[in-house]
């Protein structure tokens, strides 16, 4: 292949892959926010969370990857409900200060925790012969591991469409996040709707997080500094959009990984700049409501 | 004369859904109007986009014979029209006179002050205490807004406007919510208005309209179905089927 | 009413914002207590520098936050544009002269401030947050970019600075840094607080009230919240340039989130919109960090992650604010 159409496959192919990233432990943050209107600045602590579960599982336990994978996802998806009833639920007409500080404190509080079992120095997981290396798609080799995150996401994608398109629920959610009220006064009970959201929510980010580990190594300031990221993606693409979160993901992840390959140190900008631009011109993102 | 405001094919619509069809109004200076209309019809919406909180698809809003129609909330307001809310919006945390002196302060300037206290400007603490003693809240003027009654409450927020000096007063149903034990000093209020304030008021209450108002607009799903003097929207068989008939008000029988 | 019963009434009114607007003998207490420390904990003067610092910088984010009520994520931008001000003007420019580079911060700080407020007050909420967080890490990012010139993460080591007034030079304990930064925290408290009880600062207080009910009686808001919001970067770069002067050293470590999430929680700490919020939730905050993160920064982390879920759910207002409840109770039972 010609040098310049290269470089431009491998943006999109690391690009796409770390998109999927993104849109996968976004997207719970982003249904429960237009949702529930509740800022939860400790999302990226449960994808952290997920993540060192699967590094327990896989060296500890020596369970293969994609089980301890579903594990994790499973487990946090879980232990996420009592967060939400008992703690979560007590602030749901709070301001937004409020709201941020409490969840901000929790991720302190996991972080500590993280970092008093595991350790600051990052880690990594053992992976599976076939997630290994490169696999061959006819005109061009391409890590095997951001080849499975594409085809993982994508599967994902169409799961998640399809359940929110097609299915009963996913209407109910659609209708209380388009008017919680309205939905209340239909006989909707929202109440159940969000705790199933938010675990659902919470086990996805714990998937991304296992799936981070091997983009980016697991250290316990994963879940402030990527937390970032998330709430980046999640303004960007519109609260409670499955369409705005996507779209968001693949802007951001294919500008800030082109910005990195083609302008080394300046390219960590673009996701910011992205970020300030879209957001003078459509605050509520691209897919959110005024 | 110029009328004091005037509306001119006001049109507004909520993606395919209109709420303000092709509205045409207009107060004299002194007027004292009624908006009437069953619930939904858009009266408050009618409001907002008078006061700039919404604005018109197409059409015009003229002030003193001035467009004001791309000015937004706060200049109109500077350049003398006020408005009450149907549910209060006050300053709760902070006392009835705090109430007052702020928006004083902000009409004659004050708050662009950064330097002097609040309470060194005795003009604007007089005009405060002299908004109140009209409307018998003097007592009242040390205490948080919270603390007050809900019939009180409401008396602050028609101070409010007063405060402004307004020329044009846009009234939202200014009774509402109040116990019927209490709505006499709204009424009373209401009343004894600047007759040079041209005043125009939402009310669903048909003793209040009848005994206030000098004109009627009937308001029916977003557009005017009429304009008239209480004794001809009285004796409208339009009027009655659509609205009067509907509330089940004996409105009709004062003679 | 009679005329005098209304000159009575007007009479009664003025003097209630008279009196509120003055100084009372308590607001003494913790400039006697900062001296005081001067005295008691020689030995400890440049971390009394660094809590006094940060109390000025907690000052600044509460007019924005307490009394303008707008929540940002990115105050700590305007104390690495101040910090850096200082920095470079002596490293590069050999500008050493410590009270003209506070000027020149507050000036650089405050003139950004203007800017991206003007911009970004338009907004709230999240989107508000994402903006305000996303400018200050672009500014952080810009110079991590040029770090020739700023000296990246390693910084700008072994700045000097001219003796106050040409006189007073800096002993090895920081006692001069501790008096120097003692009166500039006075002065710029005595201006912020003129504008907290002026009428300008009413104005603010409407607009975290019920900012629906400013714009309808014409307050012209965009306007008061960048102004306030200009002032409030001034500030905030000052307690920057004082942070280089008295660490004689600055990286880019001062634009972090961090330092932005920490002085927000001193001000939650020490409750918003009460002035002395900000002097009590910073002086707690680093005394607790400066104790427990020497013993376990882990232990101190948990613990602060701690303090704020239990200060949400049963100290909103903060320290002071648990204080006035405990003395609006005593008020209760005095009166029955």
């Known amino acids: 292949m010609p040098h310049f159409a290269n470089i431009a496959v491998s943006i999109l192919f690391d690009g796409l892959a770390y998109a999927m990233f993104l849109f996968i432990t976004s997207v719970g943050l982003s249904v429960t926010m237009g949702l529930m209107g509740f800022v939860n600045l400790a999302h990226g602590a449960f994808a952290m969370a997920g993540g060192y579960i699967v590094v327990s599982l ?60 595991y350790g600051p120095i990052p880690k990594s997981v053992p992976l599976p012969e076939w997630l290994q290396g490169d696999i061959n798609l006819g005109f061009r080799y391409f890590p095997s591991y951001r080849a499975f995150l594409i085809v993982l996401g994508g599967a994902l994608i ?50 991304g997080g296992g799936l981070a580990i091997q983009l980016f190594g697991l250290s316990p300031s994963f879940a402030v500094i990527y937390l970032v990221l998330f709430l980046i993606v999640v303004a960007v693409g519109g609260l409670g959009s499955l369409k705005g979160t996507l779209l968001a993901a693949l802007v951001l992840g294919v500008f800030d990984t082109g910005g990195k390959y083609l302008l080394a140190d300046a390219g960590g900008f673009f996701i910011y700049a992205v970020t300030v631009a879209v957001l003078l011109i459509k605050p509520a993102g691209f897919y959110g409501r005024e | 004369m110029t009328a ?46 008078i006061t700039g909180v919404l604005k018109p698809n197409s059409g015009r809003v003229l002030l003193d014979g001035d467009d004001i129609t791309s000015l937004s909330q706060a200049a109109r307001a500077r350049r003398g029209l006020a408005r009450t809310f149907q549910i209060n919006q006050l300053f709760r945390g902070l006392t009835v006179l705090e109430n007052l002196c702020m928006t004083i302060g902000e009409r004659d300037g004050n708050c662009n002050n950064l330097w002097r206290s609040a309470g060194a400007k005795r003009s604007v603490i007089d005009e405060a205490i002299d908004h109140l003693e009209s409307l018998r809240l003097v007592d009242d003027a040390l205490k948080l807004v919270r603390e007050l009654p809900y019939g009180r409450q409401r008396l602050v927020e028609i101070a409010i406007a007063l405060a402004q000096k307004p020329r044009v007063l ?26 040079d304030i041209a005043v125009l008021i939402i009310e669903h209450d048909m003793d209040v309209v009848f005994r206030f108002a000098k004109e009627i607009t009937v308001l029916v799903q977003g557009a005017v179905l009429t304009h008239g003097t209480p004794n001809e929207i ?19 029988q004062h003679g | 009413m009679s005329a005098s019963g209304r000159e009575r009434a007007r009479e009664r009114a003025a003097e209630y914002l008279l009196r509120r ?28 520098s660094q809590v006094l610092i940060m109390v000025m910088f907690a000052l600044s984010l509460d007019l924005i936050l307490g009394y303008a009520g707008i929540v940002t994520l990115g105050h700590a931008a305007f104390f690495g544009i101040g910090a850096y001000t200082v920095g470079l003007a002596a490293a590069r420019l050999q500008w050493n002269e410590p009270i003209s580079g506070l000027f020149a911060a507050a000036i650089v700080a405050g003139f950004v ?71 500039v925290l006075a002065v710029v408290f005595y201006f912020v607080r003129r504008i907290v009880y002026s009428p300008f600062g009413q104005a603010l207080t409407g607009i975290r009230e019920n900012v629906r009910r400013m714009h309808a009686i014409g307050s012209p808001v965009h306007r008061r919240l960048v102004t306030v919001y200009t002032i409030a970067a001034a500030i905030a770069g000052v307690a920057g340039a004082l942070f280089t002067q008295t660490n004689a050293y600055v990286t880019l470590t001062v634009f972090d989130f961090d330092n932005s999430a920490k002085v927000m929680v001193m001000l939650i700490l020490g409750g918003t919109g009460r002035l002395y919020g900000a002097f009590l939730g910073a002086v707690v905050y680093m005394v607790l960090e400066d104790y427990f993160s020497k013993l376990s920064p882990t232990f101190w982390q948990f613990g602060i992650g701690l303090l704020l879920v239990l200060a949400v759910l049963f100290a909103r207002r903060g320290v002071l604010g648990l204080f006035e409840s405990v003395g609006q109770y005593f008020a209760e039972r005095k009166k029955s």
């Open chain 1, 158 to 207: 169409a799961i998640l469409w399809y359940a929110f398109e097609r299915t009963n629920i996913g209407a109910k959610i659609r209708a209380a996040v388009d008017n919680r009220r309205m939905a209340e006064s239909v006989g909707i009970n929202v109440d159940l709707l969000f705790t199933l959201t938010f675990a659902v929510g919470s086990a996805l980010a714990a998937l």
């Open chain 3, 113 to 183: 401030g203007f800017i991206t407020g003007w911009f970004l007050l338009r907004y709230r909420g999240l989107t508000l947050l994402m903006l305000t967080l996303a400018t200050a890490i672009m500014l952080q990012e810009t110079g991590n970019l040029r770090s020739d010139i700023s000296g990246g993460y390693d910084g700008l080591p072994g700045l000097t600075f001219d003796p106050l007034f040409g006189k007073f030079d800096y002993d090895l304990y920081g006692h001069t840094y501790y008096l120097y930064v003692l009166a």
């Open chain 2, 234 to 252: 009285m004796n409208n068989a339009q009027v009655r089927d659509v609205y009067l008939g509907q509330e089940g008000h004996r409105g009709g």
């Open chain 3, 21 to 48: 607007h003055r100084f009372r003998p308590a607001e003494a207490l913790p400039w006697l207590i900062a001296i005081a420390a001067y005295f008691i904990f020689p030995d400890r003067m440049t971390f009394g």
């Open chain 2, 170 to 195: 846009l009234l939202d149903e200014p009774a509402a919510g109040v116990p019927s034990s209490e709505s006499h000093l709204i009424l009373d209020v209401v009343a004894a208005l600047d007759p």
């Open chain 1, 58 to 117: 896989t060296r500890s336990l020596g369970i293969d990857f994609v089980p301890a994978l579903a594990i994790a996802s499973v487990t946090i998806g879980v232990v996420s409900i009592p967060f939400e009833r008992f703690l979560y639920r007590r602030l749901y007409r709070s301001t937004d200060l409020e709201q941020v500080l409490l969840t901000i404190g929790l991720a302190f509080m996991a972080i500590a925790t993280a970092t008093y079992f």
């Open chain 2, 4 to 49: 004091a405001l005037q509306v001119e094919g006001l049109n507004r619509a909520f993606g395919a859904l209109p709420v303000t069809r092709d509205v045409n109004l207009t107060l004299e200076r002194g007027a004292r109007r009624a908006l009437i209309g069953p619930n939904g019809a858009g009266k408050t919406t009618l409001v907002n986009l």
